[in-house]
């Protein structure tokens, strides 16, 4: 959809309840986009107990592999287009996708989930990488 409000939300949560068979409960990864912790989705969420959002860690775009799919279709298309308008970089985008579901390939996690975990939980303190203009000249 062309906007990422509530109501698309709401809307897109319609389709998939509509779709998918009633004895079946659903289980939703989504991101801390605020529209998917918008007050009317979740009262709407409330009133649909099969349906379970799970939100991925905040600053963990890595573990959203549409993000990595983004990151692709950016560089590999978008970054290297010249596009006159709206409308030619909506069809580029479109052939993107039509070449890649020509023949799709599952994406594959090469690291263990211990290893992503470990990583994750004792991350790096930040400053210790970044040259600080405030240390004192030697």
Not at 96 to 112: L, R
Request: aromatic content about 10%.
């Amino acid at each position: 959809m062309p906007r990422h409000r509530h109501q698309e939300w709401i809307k897109f949560l319609k389709k998939i309840d509509a779709e998918t068979p009633h004895d079946l409960d659903l289980h939703l990864i989504v991101d801390n986009y605020a529209t998917h912790k918008h007050p009317k989705v979740q009262s709407w969420i409330k009133r649909h107990k099969r349906f379970h959002i799970h939100f991925i860690p905040t600053s963990s775009s890595w573990l959203n592999v549409i993000e990595r799919w983004f990151r692709d279709i950016t560089h590999n298309r978008i970054r290297k287009g010249v596009f006159r308008s709206v409308a030619e970089l909506i069809q580029a985008i479109r052939d993107f996708i039509d070449h890649h579901n020509a023949n799709p390939k599952s994406f594959v996690w090469t690291k263990k989930a211990e290893d992503i975990l470990e990583k994750w939980q004792e991350p790096e303190p930040l400053f210790d990488k970044i040259p600080s203009v405030l240390k004192a000249p030697h």
